[in-house]
């Protein structure tokens, strides 16, 4: 839980540093429309991932069985350290740099900067 607000406390320094802005330049708080969005990316990428496991299953003749040694716990682990990672990416790199590189040098070159 530090390793969270010390990303936040570096990309809030960051943006503050470079370009006299608060974190919320980032969009960290939701709105209705990127709520929306969220949800339906949320929504097509499950179906997605249904239709992939439905087709190898059929397909490739592959079966899935549960694993009886996970469990809540670890599910719940899990998705805490994936949002960790995806939390730093994001806010350090996808956030506060991409955004203080678009200030600084224009959209296009900081997009191939930022895709290196």
């Not at 960051?14 to 919320?24: D, K, M, N």
């Not at 339906?40 to 992939?52: K, Q």
């Not at 996970?70 to 998705?79: F, L, T």
Request: glycine content about 8%; some cysteine; charged content about 15%.
């Amino acid at each position: 839980m530090l390793g969270i607000l010390v990303v936040f406390i570096i990309s809030w320094l960051l943006l503050w540093l470079f370009s006299r802005e608060h974190i919320t330049v980032l969009g960290i708080k939701p709105t209705s429309g990127r709520l929306k969005e969220f949800l339906i990316g949320l929504v097509l990428m499950a179906v997605f991932c249904i239709i992939n496991l439905l087709g190898q299953a059929y397909f490739q003749d592959v079966s899935y069985v549960q694993n009886p040694d996970y469990g809540i716990r670890e599910s719940i682990n899990g998705v805490y350290w994936t949002f960790k990672a995806a939390l730093f990416e994001e806010l350090i790199f996808r956030g506060a740099i991409l955004y203080i590189l678009i200030r600084k040098i224009g959209v296009i070159k900081a997009c191939i900067i930022g895709s290196i």
